[in-house]
Structures are given as structure tokens and as C-alpha cells.
């Protein structure tokens, strides 16, 4: 085992990798009230998690070290390479970064990002002219910044899965499933009938494939 290059300890990495995507994820979400503060720090401290166990310190191979050294004896636990634990579970061979999943990752993250920044510029025209937003993305679903926060968050877990992420990520779900329900009664109060309308020809979370969407 090579242990001369550190693959962990970097916290500068951490520090520089963490603000990159948090500043890149506000730039698109622009958090404004108390809600989207609690959606974006929610995101944010799984995004730091994620890239302490990364570069820091790494937690979840710590805890697993036993067993992974057990199950896949040679395995250098210290090298940045085992902690792409996916492609040490499913038996991959050669760099991990070109793994199926860690690929797929990628798409996951980048339809996130896009599908962020085009929700929000939805609402925030929709917002400054006091209407339902129930274009773009919205035509789709009806709450289109939390699903590309779950594609975002799927797309790390997919790269590198920790313990602590893969804890999270189902609380995280559940926050997100009732920031959205408070939203929908707010909007049925403020929108009465036209909320009601919208409501029944868009889906909360998973588009009707196949159905054209229609805007109001």
C-alpha cells in the first residue's frame, strides 16, 4: 500500500469545494425567506458533509475499514479511489471516476443545476409580478427547485456515498415534502381557484409522462 501522496487531511479542499458548489447553488436559488433559508441550509450542510468524509476526514471508511479489508483484501482503504465505495461494492475495475454510476452522476448534477436555475428564474418573474408561476418547469411539476435540491443531492450520493449523507438524504426528503406542502396551502390561500386549477393538471413532484403540459 502507497500511502505517500494524502488523500486526506486536505481541508483546504474541503473549504474551496464546499463554498464552489454552496455559491453556485445560491446563485441560482437566491434564498430569500426564512423557508428558503432552511431548503438552502439544509443543502449546504449536506454538501459540507459530504466533502469532510471526501478530503477531511473519512468517517465512513474509518467505521467500514474491517470489513472492507476483510471483503476485498489489498484494498488500499487510505487511497482517495476507496472512497468511490459504489465502485468497490460492485466489483469495477480500473479508475472509478469513469464508473457507470460516477458518469450517471454527472447527469444528475448537471439537470439539477439547470433544472434549479430555471425554476427559479420562473419564480422570481413570477414573484415580482404577484402571480402563479405555472411556466417553464412549473408547467411540469408544481415544485420543480426542490426536485433538481434532490437531483443535486443524488448526483453526490452517487460520486461518493457516506453514512452520514445516506442518513440524511432521506430526512432531507421528508423536509422538502413538507416545506412543499406549506407552500401549496400558502399559494391556495393567496390564489384560491386558480391554485385549485393548476393543482389538478400538475403533478407535486413527478411529471405525467407523455401528457402535454398546459400553462394557465
Do not use: C
Request: glycine share 8%.
Amino acid at each position: 500500500m502507497n500511502h505517500d501522496t494524502p488523500a486526506y487531511g486536505l481541508w483546504m479542499l474541503v473549504v474551496i469545494n464546499s463554498a464552489i458548489f454552496i455559491m453556485f447553488a445560491y446563485s441560482f436559488f437566491k434564498p430569500a425567506t426564512a423557508r428558503d433559508w432552511r431548503t438552502f441550509g439544509s443543502f449546504a450542510a449536506f454538501v459540507v458533509a459530504l466533502f469532510v468524509e471526501m478530503y477531511g476526514f473519512p468517517l465512513t471508511i474509518y467505521l467500514l475499514s474491517g470489513w472492507l479489508q476483510t471483503r476485498y483484501p489489498g484494498l488500499d482503504v487510505l487511497s482517495h479511489d476507496s472512497g468511490h465505495l459504489w465502485s468497490t461494492l460492485l466489483g469495477e475495475k480500473g479508475d472509478p471516476h469513469f464508473g457507470v454510476l460516477h458518469l450517471a452522476s454527472y447527469l444528475f448534477l448537471v439537470g439539477g443545476f439547470i433544472l434549479l436555475s430555471s425554476a427559479w428564474n420562473v419564480l422570481y418573474h413570477a414573484q415580482r409580478k404577484h402571480t402563479l408561476a405555472t411556466t417553464g418547469p412549473y408547467a411540469v411539476i408544481r415544485h420543480p427547485q426542490y426536485v433538481a435540491f434532490v437531483l443535486i443531492l443524488l448526483g453526490f450520493l452517487l460520486q461518493w456515498p457516506t453514512l452520514l449523507t445516506l442518513v440524511m438524504f432521506p430526512i432531507l426528503l421528508i423536509m422538502y415534502g413538507r416545506l412543499a406542502l406549506t407552500e401549496e396551502t400558502e399559494m391556495r390561500a393567496q390564489f384560491g381557484e386558480e391554485f385549485e386549477q393548476y393543482v389538478r393538471r400538475t403533478p407535486r413532484f413527478i411529471p405525467r409522462w407523455g401528457q402535454r403540459p398546459t400553462s394557465a
